[in-house]
């Protein structure tokens, strides 16, 4: 922005300019959207560190406690929030978990025999992980977008996802590279590996054409969670399941204002005073980082104690394979259950302390850009 010009007119009364719309604030969001992670990744990768390893196993249990839990229980909140709407989303909310409840009961029983049954369970959390990290990206991209008011079009929404889908067969790829050796991936994974360029290729293609769509590129914000996923798999590609643990501390941290954001708008919804939303979102703060640390450490080594006692060390073993599976695929179906924008009221949680983004004009510059036959006929 330029300064206005001095002039001789009387002073009048400066008017600030509206707050940009934000989930927190466009600081907080572009850091949790991936800023942070790309400050940590970027420079690792470029000076090209043989290892990953940042913190202690002591730390990454805590920022598993503290980070990643969280965004499980803040998005079981989301389904289980009110009557109302575990019965708008029974599948997440019932028929899942029981089914999920089923199968990790019986892979821990069947562990006094076979590993195959706990094995099959990772497989498809992982396998899931791809769609939920790629999904999870997209809806970043596309909400930033959405509240600087320069939302996408099909074509460039096709691009943009597109690239990311290609993202997602190489994470799958990855995954079975890595875990089963004997498969003899390699070569499949080399090609997925140079298809990443297709891909970083189609989202710049989308992203160009927003650009001489409306005159500008979408914001930083926007941009952020999609080059930070590109960054994400180098580093998976790099030190292999070691970045894994750094990706969903970053993707967890890029979740978690969400929920919060869908806690404080709900809450200021009952007309409810500054000050009680502030004492409000304290105790869901303090409730959730409890219930997390419960749920990651004491539950977890609880429930392995029963089992040992119960059916044997091995099954014993597998107990926590068996919960962070159920957790992880359980979340990752609910969190596409209950994040549909499509949906009025989701968009009324997410987005009720702001006024309705203005969408962004064409510019003369873009309207050059018709078809020949339509300009004609204009």
């Known amino acids: ?58 730390v990454q249990a805590w920022l598993t406690a503290l980070v990643n839990m969280p965004h499980f229980l803040a998005s079981y909140r989301m389904v289980y929030r009110t009557r109302a709407s575990v019965r708008e989303h029974p599948w997440a909310a019932v028929y899942v978990p029981i089914a999920l409840l089923i199968c990790c009961v019986g892979a821990v029983i069947a562990a006094r025999r076979t590993d195959v049954p706990i094995s099959a369970l990772l497989t498809i959390q992982n396998g899931y992980l791809a769609w939920h990290y790629t999904g999870q990206a997209w809806g970043m991209t596309a909400t930033y977008a959405y509240l600087d008011g320069s939302s996408f079009n099909s074509l460039e929404r096709r691009l943009i996802r597109g690239g990311l889908y290609i993202l997602l067969v190489w994470h799958v790829v990855w995954f079975f590279h890595l875990a089963y050796p004997g498969l003899g991936l390699t070569p499949l994974y080399e ?38 996923i590109f960054v994400w798999y180098a580093a998976m590609a790099r030190w292999g399941l070691p970045a894994l643990f750094v990706v969903q501390i970053a993707h967890a941290l890029q979740y978690l204002i969400f929920p919060m954001r869908v806690e404080m708008n709900r809450t200021r919804r009952g007309a409810a005073s500054r000050e009680r939303v502030i004492r409000h979102m304290a105790v869901y703060l303090v409730m959730l980082l409890a219930a ?23 099954p014993g073993q597998v107990t926590g394979f068996a919960i962070l599976a159920f957790l992880n695929i359980h979340h990752y179906f609910t969190d596409g259950v209950v994040w549909k924008l499509r949906n009025p009221a989701v968009r009324e949680d997410l987005f009720g302390h702001l006024p309705k983004p203005a969408a962004v004009p064409a510019t003369a510059k873009a309207s050059t850009t018709l078809p020949r036959r339509q300009r004609r006929a204009r």
Do not use: E, Q
Request: charge should be positive; include cysteine; aromatic fraction near 4%.
């Open 292 to 314: 997390s640390i419960v749920a990651a450490v004491l539950f977890p080594m609880g429930a392995m104690a029963v089992v040992t006692n119960w059916l044997g060390s091995r």
């Open 1 to 58: 922005m330029t300064a206005p010009a001095a002039s001789s007119a009387p002073a009048t009364t400066a008017v600030s300019a509206p707050p940009r719309a934000a989930i927190i604030s466009p600081v907080v969001d572009a850091l949790c959207a991936g800023g942070l992670s790309l400050l940590i990744l970027v420079p690792l990768l470029v000076t090209g560190r043989g290892d990953l390893l940042l913190v202690s196993v002591g």
């Open 191 to 228: 090609a997925v590996t140079l298809a990443m360029a297709a891909a970083l290729a189609m989202g710049v293609a989308g992203f160009s054409l927003h650009k001489a769509r409306t005159g500008r590129f979408p914001p930083v914000r926007a941009l952020i969670p999609w080059v930070a």
